[in-house]
């Protein structure tokens, strides 16, 4: 787990969001869980965060085809041609560590926030504060593919604080 989260911050939905997480890495043969990975978890969800993000056309497959978008622009930039994905498939031997990603986006969070409010609205709330720590990041692979996406992550995180 990244770092120290409070007992409370890991209620039961954001427990099934972050070993989600750790599935979608897996299954994309990544060496590490990183903000993508739990992004991906999250827009898979039918939470109030999972719906936010369909809002503005990321939905799973949105949210994948973003993160195909940069990593495409990324390989052009360094002057590689994308590959077909079946061909980027990985086979892992263990499970993937924590990244320095997804541990930046858990501490941008704040799941302080909601301390004194019943177990059930902080559960509720917990998911959409792990996907506002996602959205808050400046520098790295989700940033870029929202950006290539044309999402506004203001306009999204404001969204977030009304869901």
Avoid: C, N
């Avoid at 990321?58 to 495409?72: K, P, Q, T």
């Amino acid at each position: 787990m990244p770092d120290r989260l409070d007992d409370d911050a890991l209620d039961a939905t954001l427990k099934e969001v972050i070993i989600s997480s750790i599935d979608e890495a897996i299954r994309r043969g990544a060496a590490s869980v990183e903000a993508e990975h739990l992004l991906l978890a999250i827009s898979a969800g039918h939470d109030a965060a999972g719906r936010t993000l369909a809002e503005f056309g990321l939905d799973h497959d949105g949210v994948e085809a973003a993160l195909r978008g940069e990593r495409e622009r990324s390989l052009r930039a360094a002057g590689i041609e994308p590959v077909a994905e079946d061909r980027l498939a990985a086979t892992r031997q263990s499970r993937p560590a924590w990244g320095a990603t997804v541990r930046e986006a858990l501490r941008r969070a704040d799941f302080k926030t909601h301390r004194k409010r019943g177990r059930a609205e902080r559960e509720r709330l917990a998911v959409g504060d792990a996907l506002v720590g996602i959205l808050r990041a400046d520098l790295g692979t989700v940033p870029r593919a929202l950006a290539y996406a044309g999402v506004d992550r203001a306009a999204l995180i404001d969204a977030l604080g009304r869901a």
